[in-house]
């Protein structure tokens, strides 16, 4: 079997030759942290508070040198947490608790995206009107047993529909790769992340969102550690989530826009070579990662209690786990939200 690490895909270092000191604070310089931070997908806007606190050197004030990695999707994020491979991690809350039904100890410490990163997606032109409608149908995912999956099956569930006999999931990549499943027609819908509706509409593929509304408070992707880790590092993941708010709070000022589309294209130059499509994709982004009227005094990386149970009961409902969690609250955590928040 492959390793986790030969599936790492390399996507920025903050190197000990830029970061190693800090210089100027009382008591001299500061000693530096490296920890690997691993994420589902390789887009630099997707995670784009992070890099903003990258651009921006709040991690290294906070004694901190990241190195971003990007693999194959939530589950790889947990093989190489639960390896020691990565300190922190970025999986969705569905396949955390499937990790945590399976022994892992791992917890969800930042709610990244608040509002739902994932949409249930249909051509434009389609007569596709409801989830009930793609009965019998392929559904696009971007991997087999990513955040998306639990998400889309949540839904089609609630519909009705059970898998294999209603409808089945077919992988088909992220964004463009995606493009390709639609125009051979070999998926009928796609259930994809902001990041990937744009990649999809760039390609000239429009697509329109039937997630209903209940839905969109299924809370995305977000940061994860292992509660062994954190327990010997409370220090690192304090000033880790410190800078990431940090970042949040820097690039949700329209004034730091183009700065932040910069730390975005240094993270990923790729996605930043087309100036205008990377403007859009940090808009959308930008929307989902601002919490809801409800929960807007908790402050940022917060986790309402009822979006937990809700995702937790989907999972149940509909079979991607056998039996409930005992101890749900254990799989997620808002001890530091108040911590970081304070600045």
């Known amino acids: ?28 310089a500061l000693a530096q942290t490296n920890i690997t931070v691993a994420v589902p997908n390789p887009s630099a806007i997707t995670w784009a508070p992070m890099w903003a606190a990258i651009g921006e ?44 039904a399976r022994g892992l100890d791992v917890q969800f410490i930042y709610n990244l995206y608040p509002k739902s990163v994932f949409g249930l997606l249909v ?44 409808f089945t999931f077919l992988p088909v990549g992220d964004g463009g790769t995606a493009a390709v499943a639609f125009l051979r027609e070999e998926v009928a819908a796609y259930a994809g992340a902001v990041s990937d509706a744009a990649i999809l509409a760039s390609r000239g593929i429009e697509l329109r969102e039937i997630t209903p509304d209940e839905y969109l408070g299924f809370f ?38 183009e700065t932040a589309l910069d730390h975005m294209a240094a993270g990923n130059p790729t996605e930043g070579e087309d100036r205008d499509f990377a403007s859009a994709l940090f808009d959308a982004a930008l929307e989902r990662m601002t919490p809801t009227d409800a929960f807007i005094d908790e402050g940022f990386g917060f986790q309402p209690e009822e979006h937990w149970a809700a995702i937790h ?28 928040n304070a600045q």
């Open 1 to 28: 079997m492959k390793s986790i690490t030969t599936r790492f895909h390399r996507v920025a270092v903050l190197s000990a030759a830029t970061g190693a000191l800090l210089t100027g604070l009382a008591g001299g």
């Open 57 to 100: 050197g709040y991690f290294e004030e906070e004694g901190l040198i990241l190195d971003v990695q990007a693999v194959d999707g939530s589950s790889s994020v947990l093989q190489a947490m639960s390896a020691g491979q990565a300190e922190i991690g970025a999986p969705g809350p569905g396949p955390v608790l499937g990790a945590r």
């Open 123 to 166: 051509p434009a032109e389609s007569d596709f009107q409801e989830p009930a409608d793609l009965a019998g149908q392929v559904i696009g995912v971007g991997t087999a047993d990513g955040a998306e999956v639990s998400f889309a099956e949540a839904i089609l569930n609630g519909s009705g529909m059970t898998r294999p006999d209603d």
């Open 220 to 257: 995305g992707n977000g940061y994860a550690a292992l509660e062994s880790y954190m327990a010997e590092n409370p220090e690192v993941i304090e000033g880790f989530g410190r800078a990431l708010v940090r970042g949040m709070e820097f690039m949700t000022d329209p004034a730091n826009k």
């Open 313 to 340: 009961q989907s999972l149940v409902d509909g079979g991607a786990l056998e039996e409930p969690i005992a101890d749900l609250q254990a799989a997620y955590t808002n001890e530091f939200i108040a911590t970081w």
